[in-house]
């Protein structure tokens, strides 16, 4: 399992609180955290983000005057670097928070994490090929026009609370208009509050097309370092928003559906994720399914469910049935494990439709301290 040391970054952006606005956003955009930390006697005492600036200055603060510390700023979520990466999944799917603050052992700040290595962290599985990013995109689109000023950009971002604008003429996707765009240009040499939408739109935006699967769109983040995709057909037509947030909800949506698309381990028990038709291939295995039947993944994902049953049909009649009442809570399964072992499982089955129309059987399985008892 890997921890917050494993993905966090170094060199975070910090702040006194007696930094100016500007100061701060000159400040976050030489990086692309999106975020800094305010210290005070090397004390942690607030966060500001991005869209926090947006926010305050669409509201009438001057940038130019105002000091950080008489705004109100937000109390970050602490994490550490031995928290595991697991465990700040879960706080992001309770609590939302998109960015953390990384203390050491000594409780002294050593980095920072956010959804880009949160993404980075999540183990690849073929399950992420059986979503599709038009399955995923928002139908409310933060769509502008080009002759948008500044200011209005800026309030769009705030009132949608969304990282970026889109900026179309006609069906003509011009090009999107980051969080970040907005606070360089307002501290750059060539500030002026009449610009429009089509000057400061990126026209070279990376982009993904709503055929491509998760897998593709995931390594695509992390390549690139977007946080933030247009989706464009072949032809050019926008077609919707894809960002990290996106993902990581949808995980949190898998997580509470218990299809885990993006990370089986978010599964407690043993789990393996196979094909219901053909040689019903394996597609996934968690940590603890990995255990429970000794199987190396690297070995196994890709080898047919058949070679762990003593009765190679009985998987062919689990998906027959399977397609008629679509869940099986309890079964008692005669198995062979990867290492030739004979076991007897008690294990629960369902089948689970993807909005692709690529179903899987996804099949959990007792604990093997209390489910390794005899088959009758």
């Known amino acids: 399992m890997k921890l917050v040391r494993d993905c966090m970054f170094p060199n975070v952006a910090t702040l006194s ?3 100016t606005l500007v100061e701060a956003i000159r400040r976050m955009t030489r990086d692309a955290a999106g975020f800094a930390v305010v210290l ?9 983000t991005e869209f926090d600036c947006i926010k ?6 001057n940038p130019d005057t105002v000091r950080i510390g008489d705004l109100s700023i937000s109390v970050p979520q602490i994490v550490h670097e031995n928290t595991p990466c697991q465990e700040l999944l879960q ?12 203390l050491n052992e000594d409780e002294m700040l050593s980095g920072g994490i956010t959804e880009k290595q949160i993404l980075r962290a999540f183990p690849r599985s073929n399950l992420l090929s059986h979503y599709r990013v038009a399955d995923m995109i928002a139908s409310d689109l933060p769509i502008l026009q080009p002759d948008c000023t500044y200011w209005e950009i800026a309030r769009q971002i705030a009132q949608r609370h969304r990282g970026c604008v889109l900026v179309r003429e006609g069906e003509n996707f011009l090009g999107m208009i980051t969080e970040g765009d907005l606070l360089r240009f307002r501290v750059g040499p ?3 509050p009449s610009v429009t939408a089509n000057t400061l739109a990126n026209p070279r935006s990376a982009s993904i097309e709503p055929e491509r699967d998760l897998l593709y769109a995931l390594d695509l983040f992390t390549r690139t370092g977007h946080r933030r995709m247009p989706v464009v057909t072949a032809d050019g037509r926008l077609a919707g928003l894809l960002t990290q947030t996106d993902l990581l909800r949808q ?11 993006l990370n089986p381990e978010d599964i407690a028990e043993p789990a393996i994720w196979f094909e219901p038709h053909g040689e019903h291939r394996i597609l996934a295995i968690n940590e603890k399914g990995s255990r429970a039947m000794e199987l190396d993944p690297a070995l196994w994902v890709g080898r047919s469910v058949a070679e762990l049953s003593q009765d190679p049909a009985i998987w062919d009649a689990l998906a027959t049935l399977l397609a008629n009442c679509g869940h099986i809570n309890q079964i008692n399964l005669p198995l062979r ?10 294990c629960r089955f369902k089948l689970v439709h993807t909005p692709a129309g690529e179903d899987r059987i996804f099949w959990a399985m007792a604990a093997p301290e209390t489910g390794r008892d005899s088959c009758h």
Do not use: D, K
């Open 56 to 61: 305050w200055m669409i509201q009438g603060v």
């Open 17 to 19: 609180p007696h930094a």
């Open 337 to 346: 494990t990867g290492s030739g072992n004979g076991v007897c499982l008690s």
């Open 251 to 261: 995980v949190a949506h898998s997580t509470r559906s218990r299809q885990a698309i």
């Open 190 to 192: 060539e500030w002026n």
């Open 40 to 48: 005070e006697n090397m004390n942690l005492t607030g966060l500001v």
């Open 91 to 102: 706080i992001y799917y309770r609590r939302r928070f998109r960015r953390f603050p990384v």
